[in-house]
C-alpha cells in the first residue's frame, strides 16, 4: 500500500459537500469548538499570571519567584486547569478538518502546509524579534543581567507549546492517512509506546527518558481529536461518555495514589506522561457530552422566539471572532507584559521601600506584597485585569504587524538558489564536468532545470503532459517529489528549531534572537518555494478510484 499524500486532483470546487444522507450542508465554523479553544488559552494566561511574581530581596533587589505552585490547593486545581490535552485535542480536530477540507479543493500537503506554517510560525517570529530587541535595550538601560536573564526564560517559556504544535499539524496529513486506514490500531500502537516509556522509566528511574513522550503522548491526544471529528455529528452515547470518563479519571486517581505519576497535572506536563492522556479522554468526554448545549448556548438559546436570543447570538459571535483573531497573539504576549508588570512594581517597590504606613507595614509590602498574604489574594483580581487588559491591546497591536509576503519569501528562495546554482556551476565547469548539473539539481530538479524549476515542477512539463508513460520524465517526476517532502521536512524542522532556541538558550542577548529569528525565517523561505507535486503517471486515476473522506463541516481558525 502506497502512501499518497495529494488531494483528488479533480476537485476542484469549494461547493457544500454531501452528506451520508444525500442531503446538502454547507462547510461552517463549530463556533462552540472554537470557544473552547479561546477558553484554553485564557485559561492559561490566568494560570502564568497568577503562578509569576517576585518579592524584594535583603538589600532591595528585585527577585522573580513562582507561587502558588507547591500548595496542596494548587496541585487539587491541576486536575481543572490542566487543559493542554484538551486543547492538543481540539487541535486534532480542527487540523483534520483543515486537511480534509484541502483536499475537497483539489490541494495537496504543500499547500497545507504552507498554509499551516506561515500562519504558526511568522507570529512567534515576531515575538522573538521585538522580544529580543527590548530586552537588549533594557541591558543598555542599566537593567541587572539576572533579571534580563529571568525575563528571557520567562518570555519563551510558553513557546515549548508552539514548537510541539507546529510538528503535529505538520504531520497531519501522514496521520490522516493511518487514520482513515486504521484509527483503532494507530491509537492502540501510540498508547502502547506511550506505557512502555512510562514504565521505562518507572523501572530504571532515568527521568531524561520520559521525554520520548514528546513523540507519542501528544500525537495520541491528536489521534483522539481526530475521533472526535467523525463522531461529533453522530447521535451522542451519553452512557458510554459517561463510562469512558468515569474509569479513565478512576485509572488516573489509581496511578497517582500508588505514586506512577504525580498528583500535580503540571509536573506530569514535562516531560508528557500517560497522566495527560487520561486526563484528555475524560475531558474529550465532557466535552462530548456538553457540545450540543455549548453550541445552543452560543446560538442565543434553544428559543428564537425567546427576548434577547438574538442579542445573545451577536455577542457571542463578536467574542469567538475576537478570539480567532487574536487569541493565539495574547497567548504569546501575555508573558512580555507579566514580566514588564513585575519589573516596574518591583522598581516602584525599591522608591517607596522606606516610606512605613503603620507598624509592621510599608509602602513597599502594599505594590509588591508577601505572596500568598491577604493584601496578595486581595490583589490579583486587578492584577489579571491589569494583565488581560494589556496584553489583549499589545496582542491586537502585534496582530497588525507587516512582515515579508509569501511572493518576497519566494523571490529571496529564488534568488538563493541562482547564487549558489551561479557558483556551483563554476566550480562543477573548472573541473570539466557539465555546467548543468548544479545548485539545483542538488534541491531535487533535474540537471539543466531553470533555478524557477528547482524551485516548482519540472522544466518543460506542463498540464497536458501529466499521466503519460514517458519513463525519463517519470524519474524526473520521482526524484521532484522526494525532493519537495525533503525541503518541507527541513521547513518544519528549521521551524521547531527556531522555536527550541528561543525556548532552550533564551532571547537574551541579542544573537541569539537573531539566530532564532534567522532559523524561522529560513523555514518560512522554504516552504515558500514548495510548489504542488505533479502526480505521476497512473497516480491521477488512483486518488480519482479511491475513497475520499467528506469534508468536516466545521473549519478550524487557523484557515481562516
Not at 528549521?494 to 527550541?500: E, P, R, T, V
Request: charged share 10%; proline share 6%.
Amino acid at each position: 500500500m502506497s502512501l499518497t499524500l495529494s488531494g483528488p486532483p479533480e476537485v476542484t470546487t469549494t461547493a457544500p459537500t454531501s452528506t451520508a444522507s444525500g442531503s446538502r450542508r454547507a462547510p461552517h465554523r463549530d463556533r462552540a469548538i472554537d470557544l473552547i479553544r479561546f477558553g484554553c488559552l485564557f485559561v492559561v494566561v490566568i494560570l502564568h499570571s497568577m503562578m509569576s511574581a517576585a518579592v524584594l530581596g535583603p538589600d532591595g533587589t528585585v527577585i522573580p519567584t513562582v507561587a502558588l505552585s507547591t500548595t496542596t490547593g494548587f496541585t487539587i486545581a491541576s486536575w481543572f486547569f490542566q487543559i493542554m490535552p484538551l486543547f492538543y485535542f481540539i487541535g486534532g480536530y480542527a487540523s483534520l478538518s483543515g486537511w480534509r477540507r484541502t483536499q475537497a479543493k483539489g490541494g495537496t500537503w504543500v499547500d497545507y502546509l504552507r498554509s499551516r506554517l506561515r500562519r504558526l510560525v511568522i507570529p512567534v517570529a515576531v515575538l522573538i524579534g521585538i522580544a529580543g530587541v527590548g530586552l537588549s535595550v533594557a541591558s543598555e538601560l542599566g537593567v541587572p543581567a539576572e533579571l534580563l536573564a529571568e525575563a528571557s526564560a520567562r518570555i519563551g517559556q510558553p513557546l515549548w507549546f508552539l514548537a510541539v504544535y507546529v510538528g503535529l499539524t505538520s504531520l497531519v496529513p501522514v496521520a490522516a492517512h493511518f487514520h482513515e486506514r486504521a484509527p483503532k490500531r494507530t491509537i492502540l500502537a501510540l498508547a502502547g509506546v506511550v506505557v512502555a516509556v512510562d514504565g521505562l522509566v518507572g523501572i530504571t528511574g532515568v527521568s531524561a527518558l520520559g521525554y520520548l513522550n514528546f513523540l507519542f503522548v501528544w500525537p495520541l491526544i491528536q489521534q483522539c481529536g481526530f475521533v472526535f471529528a467523525d463522531v461529533l455529528r453522530s447521535p451522542v452515547r451519553v452512557w458510554l461518555n459517561w463510562t469512558v470518563m468515569s474509569l479513565a479519571l478512576v485509572a488516573l486517581g489509581a496511578l497517582v495514589a500508588l505514586g506512577v505519576y504525580s498528583p500535580n497535572m503540571l509536573v506530569n506536563l514535562n516531560p508528557p506522561t500517560g497522566a495527560l492522556v487520561l486526563l484528555g479522554v475524560a475531558q474529550m468526554c465532557v466535552l462530548r457530552l456538553g457540545h450540543s448545549w455549548l453550541s445552543t448556548l452560543v446560538a442565543g438559546g434553544s428559543d428564537p422566539t425567546a427576548v434577547g436570543h438574538e442579542y445573545q447570538g451577536r455577542l457571542w459571535d463578536r467574542i469567538i471572532a475576537w478570539g480567532n483573531d487574536y487569541g493565539m497573539h495574547v497567548y504569546l504576549w501575555h508573558m512580555p507584559i507579566v514580566t514588564t508588570l513585575i519589573g516596574g512594581l518591583g522598581y516602584l517597590a525599591n522608591l517607596v521601600s522606606g516610606v512605613w504606613l503603620g507598624p509592621n507595614l510599608s509602602l513597599a509590602g502594599f505594590v509588591l506584597p508577601e505572596i500568598e498574604s491577604a493584601w496578595w489574594w486581595a490583589s490579583r483580581l486587578l492584577w489579571l485585569l491589569a494583565v488581560m487588559v494589556l496584553a489583549s491591546a499589545l496582542a491586537i497591536a502585534m496582530s497588525k504587524v507587516r512582515f515579508f509576503s509569501e511572493a518576497t519569501l519566494e523571490r529571496a528562495g529564488r534568488a538563493i538558489t541562482g547564487v549558489a546554482r551561479e557558483l556551483t556551476s563554476a566550480g562543477v565547469d573548472s573541473s570539466g564536468a557539465p555546467a548543468g548539473d548544479s545548485a539545483g539539481t542538488a534541491l531535487g530538479a533535474p540537471a539543466g532545470d531553470s533555478a524557477g524549476t528547482a524551485l516548482g515542477a519540472p522544466a518543460g512539463d506542463s498540464a497536458s503532459t501529466v499521466g503519460t508513460e514517458d519513463p525519463v520524465r517519470s524519474a524526473r517526476g520521482g526524484r521532484l517529489q522526494w525532493s519537495q517532502r525533503t525541503r518541507g521536512i527541513l521547513a518544519v524542522g528549521l521551524a521547531m528549531a527556531g522555536i527550541a532556541i528561543a525556548l532552550l538558550v533564551g532571547i537574551a542577548p541579542l544573537i541569539w534572537t537573531l539566530v532564532s529569528v534567522s532559523t524561522l525565517v529560513a523555514s518560512l523561505v522554504l516552504v515558500a518555494c514548495l510548489k504542488t507535486p505533479v502526480p505521476g503517471p497512473g497516480e491521477v486515476e488512483r486518488v480519482a478510484a479511491a475513497p475520499q473522506p467528506l469534508a468536516c463541516p466545521s473549519r478550524s481558525h487557523d484557515e481562516r
